[in-house]
């Protein structure tokens, strides 16, 4: 779970300097600054509208997608701006990937949902993707529950079953970022305790960036926590320590239930 | 005891309504089994394989069939494509500015326009600004312009059927928006977009105002060669054989076979859409 | 990435077209309006007669013309107005749902039969009928010509009450059966007056229609170019006019001309009407 490591020694994936977004003349999110280090699973948690989605959703720059969505600030990943001029956001995107709150499965046979990125991506020989979608599966945890239904269709699995499979189409494409949006909200808890305990094997190879309004999930599950109020990121720092003896009184008011 | 005497007056108000609404349905009924009772016994394979004799008044309606079938060849050729792309910019590019209302305005324009007055259009635009005279050019080229709503809103409903959840879910995974569009959007909206079009093609099939001053001629020799040729058409062919032709008792069994084929056509591609349309809604549920 | 950029800009002007289309049809007929207005006046279009191929003078009355297509439009409206409602209601409010579901695509079938076909129908079938039920030299009157368009207009008219009449808030009818009116009185009181402004468009836009119906009036009204506020007389319409006439005449001549004006108003016309009509319907669905 959560080690005590000295914050000194981690190496930071992201980097996000002094971030505004806008959606045309509303400002959603207000100078956000982060580090967010390689290799371990942070969590961002907040009342609803806090602007936590909206934040992730621009690591990965989905928010372009969205008429009249403006940014200001940086966000380096490795080093490099990602809103620079010249950054191709289609490999962007392969190297951040991204897992929807609602689980939305193309309406494909399940090899077809995995193997979508890798053929976007250029990869063509069946042989290869095969081998791709197996390895995407069995890393979701999914691969021994569907490898004998590969052809069928991705709609007529469980809810559970569908996230991840959203999870391994998300992996297929070799990210070294995942970024998650409330992944178990909508699942009941035998498939939200799975996806926990995925996340947990993942972190082992990925940076994992998970919104969640479910407190226990985010104290279980991550390393480090963001809390997010009214688009401000009021406090930043290693799981453990900000649930039990947080530095802001606006976050301990959120943890202890007083409000949100 | 109001309370009962009410409710009498309520139920005859009903059977009223409901006498004035299947009303409506007999007389479309009616009209339907008119011309299949009278249309049938003139319907024969040399009715449809022949060629018109005597001005019209004897022989058979093939150069007709062919001709409607050239139109809405061509019709098609150009409207659908043309009809598609404009709803995939306008479903899936267009931001929501002035340009892009003045798009729809245009198309709402359009959609009112009395076929007569695209007659008109056809005529001073495509025979004789554009030289192409009276042909099957000319001709489905003003078919196309009058259809061209219907296939644009039909196939922007069936574009934005296909839920935002799949479209983000390629751009996420690295797709560009013409990739996202190509392999997760169209492939579920084709259907869609097919099946509101061939009510639109229908219509355009069974038009006679645009054709009249555009391309149908009534007696030609031989069939087309090109798309430069005037044709023969069922709507017109109806037309004049039910106006013009003096020996009217003789005539009218031809003018009920035309007024079949016509309708058997038309009806049929409407029915063909309806059963398409349920049966795709059927295929994709999301 | 420019291959990308290179498809949005088909699919771009392919939109766009429809604008191109748009302009060219008021271009085109507003050039030959205005060829017309260069060699004869204002005042000749308002000539109670329409004479345009004379020996001695032709007159281009546009007068005649407008009171047939009006004559024609209003009285089919008038006809079409209770059936339509009548079976908007009874589809919306009464009818069972497997009842509905046969109702609509009915209806909705009629308008896949070809004008010219209802037109034959009209003359064939239903001008002997009228002829000799009223007793008449002929049965190509204007009223043969309305009953026709009634019909032709019925189910557009009954597609869209139906809509606005669907779209009226379940919390009224509710709130009114709770105060314990009868479903009938729900209907007449809450239902009917709530949708009556997507009721007042669909009529417009039937209207819209009927002005601009050609075959099927034109077999069946008698196209005599007169001004008549009578039923019973054969009249002219715009439509009529224009399909009679063009195929005779010389390209370019005054005449040409004179048919591009009328339809340069049944444009007009038609455009105000529907514009009016999609007015409406846009403020009914935001409140």
Redesign the interface.
Same mark, same amino acid.
């Given at each position: 779970m959560v080690t005590s490591e000295n914050m000194a020694d981690l190496q930071t994936k992201i980097q996000v300097r002094n971030l505004h977004f806008y959606y045309n003349d509303v400002q959603a999110l207000f100078g956000i600054n982060m580090d967010i280090p390689v290799r371990k699973v942070t969590a961002l948690i907040g009342p609803s509208g806090c602007g936590k989605s909206t934040f992730l959703r621009t690591i990965?720059r989905?928010n372009d997608?969205i008429?009249g969505s403006r940014i200001e600030g940086e966000i380096l990943i490795d080093g490099a701006d990602i809103y620079s001029n010249g950054t191709d956001v289609?490999?962007?995107?392969?190297r951040v990937?991204?897992v929807?709150q609602?689980s939305?499965p193309?309406?494909k046979s399940i090899f077809e949902n995995v193997a979508?990125?890798p053929r976007?991506?250029g990869i063509k020989n069946r042989l290869k993707l095969e081998e791709i979608v197996e390895r995407s599966l069995v890393r979701a945890g999914l691969w021994d529950e569907i490898k004998n239904r590969m052809e069928e269709s991705a709609?007529d699995i469980s809810g559970g079953q569908q996230q991840r499979l959203?999870i391994a189409?998300?992996l297929a494409?070799d990210p070294e970022i995942l970024l998650m949006d409330e992944p178990a909200s909508a699942l009941d808890p035998r498939s939200t305790a799975r996806i926990e305990d995925l996340i947990d094997e993942l972190r082992r190879d990925y940076t994992i960036v998970i919104v969640t309004h479910n407190m226990q999930q985010a104290a279980r599950v991550s390393d480090y926590t963001s809390f997010f109020f009214e688009g401000y990121q009021v406090e930043f720092g290693p799981t453990k320590r900000l649930f039990t003896k947080p530095n802001e009184k606006r976050t301990e008011d959120y943890i202890t239930g007083r409000f949100g | 005891m109001t309370g009962l005497k009410?409710?009498k007056v309520?139920t005859a108000?009903?059977w009223?309504?409901?006498g004035?609404?299947y009303?409506?349905?007999l007389?479309?009924a009616y009209?339907?089994f008119?011309?299949l009772k009278n249309g049938l016994p003139a319907i024969s394979w040399k009715f449809l394989s022949g060629y018109p004799r005597r001005s019209g008044s004897e022989g058979g309606i093939f150069p007709a069939i062919v001709g409607t079938f050239y139109l809405v060849t061509v019709t098609i050729i150009i409207a659908l494509?043309?009809g598609m792309?404009?709803a995939?910019?306008?479903s899936?590019?267009?931001?929501?500015d002035r340009y892009t209302r003045?798009?729809r305005l245009?198309?709402?324009?359009?959609?009112?326009?009395?076929?007569?007055?695209? /007659?008109?259009?056809g005529? /001073?635009?495509f025979v004789?600004?554009l030289h192409f005279g009276a042909s099957i050019l000319a001709g489905s080229l003003t078919l196309a312009?009058m259809i061209?709503?219907t296939i644009?809103v039909s196939s922007e409903e069936a574009l934005r059927a296909v839920?935002q959840?799949?479209?983000?879910?390629?751009?996420?995974?690295?797709?560009?928006?013409?990739?996202t569009i190509y392999?997760?959007v169209l492939p579920?909206s084709i259907p869609g977009m097919l099946t509101g079009s061939i009510?639109g093609i229908?219509?355009a099939?069974?038009?006679?105002?645009p054709i009249?001053?555009t391309v149908a001629a009534f007696y030609l020799p031989r069939l087309p060669h090109s798309i430069f040729d005037q044709v023969m058409a069922l709507?017109?062919h109806?037309?004049v054989l039910?106006?013009q032709l003096p020996d009217v008792e003789k005539v009218?069994p031809l003018?009920y076979g035309t007024?079949l084929v016509?309708?058997c056509l038309?009806?049929g591609?409407?029915l063909t859409a309806?059963v398409m349309r349920s049966y795709f809604r059927k295929k994709?549920?999301? | 990435?420019w291959?990308?950029r290179l498809?949005?800009a088909?699919?771009?002007w392919?939109?766009?077209?429809?604008?191109l289309?748009?302009a060219?049809?008021f271009f085109? %007929?507003g050039k030959?309006t205005v060829q017309f207005f260069q060699e004869k006046g204002f005042s000749d279009l308002w000539e109670i007669r329409w004479v345009p191929v004379s020996f001695q003078k032709q007159l281009f009355g546009i007068l005649p013309l407008v009171t047939g297509s009006l004559l024609v439009t209003i009285l089919a409206t008038l006809i079409a107005l209770?059936?339509s409602i009548?079976?908007a209601?009874?589809?919306s409010e009464?009818?069972g749902k497997t009842e509905r579901e046969i109702?609509k695509?009915?209806?909705e079938?009629?308008t896949?039969?070809?004008?010219?076909?209802?037109?034959?129908?009209g003359?064939?079938?239903l001008a002997p009928l009228v002829k000799n039920t009223f007793n008449l030299p002929t049965g190509q009157i204007a009223l043969t010509g309305a009953l026709l368009l009634a019909?032709m207009a019925?189910p557009t008219i009954?597609s869209i009450s139906e809509d606005a009449l669907r779209s009226v808030p379940r919390s009224y009818k509710e709130v009114s059966l709770a105060i314990g009116a009868?479903?009938?009185q729900t209907i007449l009181r809450v239902t009917i007056p709530a949708a009556l402004p997507g009721i007042i468009a669909a009529v417009m836009l039937g209207m819209?229609r009927v002005?601009?119906?050609?075959?099927a009036v034109m %077999?069946v009204t008698g196209n005599s170019a007169i001004i008549t506020a009578s039923p019973f007389e054969s009249v002219r319409t715009m439509?009529a006019t224009?399909?009679a006439e063009?195929?005779e005449v010389p390209?370019g001549s005054l005449h040409y001309r004179a048919?591009?004006v009328v339809?340069f108003v049944?444009?007009v016309a038609?455009?105000i009407?529907?514009?009016v009509a999609?007015r409406v319907l846009k403020k009914y669905r935001m409140a």
């Open positions: 990965n989905m997608i008429d289609v490999a962007l995107r392969k990937g991204m929807f609602k939305n193309f309406p979508y990125g976007i991506h709609l959203c189409r998300a494409v | 009410n409710r309520e108000i009903y009223l309504m409901r004035v609404t009303f409506i349905v007389v479309i009209i339907v008119d011309i494509p043309l792309a404009a995939i910019y306008l899936e590019y267009a931001k929501q003045l798009i245009a198309i709402i324009t359009l959609s009112g326009v009395p076929s007569i007055v695209f /007659g008109l259009f005529l /001073g635009v004789l600004f312009s061209l709503p644009i839920p959840s799949l479209r983000e879910g390629s751009i996420a995974l690295g797709a560009t928006k013409w990739e392999k997760n579920y009510l229908g219509r099939a069974g038009e006679t105002a009249l001053l709507p017109y109806l037309y039910a106006t009218r003018q007024a016509l309708l038309v009806l591609m409407s309806i994709y549920r999301w | 990435m291959k990308d498809i949005k088909i699919f771009f392919a939109a766009s077209t429809s604008i289309v748009v060219c049809i085109f %007929m030959e209770p059936f009548c079976g209601v009874y589809i009464v009818a109702l695509p009915f209806i079938l009629l896949g039969i070809p004008s010219v076909v209802i037109g034959f129908f003359l064939v079938v019909l019925v009954v009868s479903k009938l819209g002005i601009g119906e050609t075959m %077999m439509t224009i399909a063009m195929g390209f048919l591009f339809g049944l444009l038609t455009f009407l529907n514009m999609q």
